[in-house]
């Protein structure tokens, strides 16, 4: 009998179709898609009618995107799209990497500290928001934390 292996974060829809059908055609292979926008949740979704059995589905706006995205997860969610999880979610205070994900078009190569004190603020907002919906639905939280610890 194989060992399961259970990935509890991966972006599924990043692999090519070839190989997330290879991996999730093994037997004891099971995995956790972290959605952090609609369009992964769309394809997390998708995924799973075709793998009910292997594909779990977490949904979380990513800390990088708290400025240009909405949020796309509610309570209504969780329940339509058995939502397994809340995340991945958290802090994320890198600011030449936030910067690098809000400066991809632009000549400036690091956002100005007011703008990443903002950013930061509305990170917290976010994750305690993300938070208290996990609390009210039983769900585990999925964390991305990178330089927030201090």
């Not at 000549?107 to 603020?121: H, P, S």
């Not at 208290?132 to 201090?150: D, E, S």
Request: proline share 3%; with cysteine; glycine share 2%.
């Amino acid at each position: 009998m194989a060992i399961p292996f259970f990935d509890m974060h991966c972006h599924i829809n990043v692999f090519n179709n070839l190989s997330a059908k290879k991996l999730l055609e093994k037997e004891n292979y099971f995995f956790c898609s972290c959605a952090i926008n609609n369009d992964e949740l769309q394809t997390s979704i998708n995924l799973k009618k075709i793998y009910p059995q292997k594909i779990y589905i977490s949904a979380a706006l990513h800390p990088w995107f708290v400025n240009s995205q909405q949020n796309f997860i509610d309570k209504d969610n969780i329940k339509n799209f058995n939502i397994s999880a809340i995340g991945e979610t958290g802090l994320d205070y890198d600011r030449k990497l936030i910067s690098k994900q809000l400066l991809k078009s632009s000549k400036q190569t690091i956002i100005d500290v007011k703008t990443f004190d903002y950013l930061k603020t509305k990170q917290k907002e976010i994750f305690k928001n993300y938070i208290f919906l996990a609390n009210q639905n039983n769900l585990p939280i999925i964390l991305h934390c990178r330089k927030a610890y201090y």
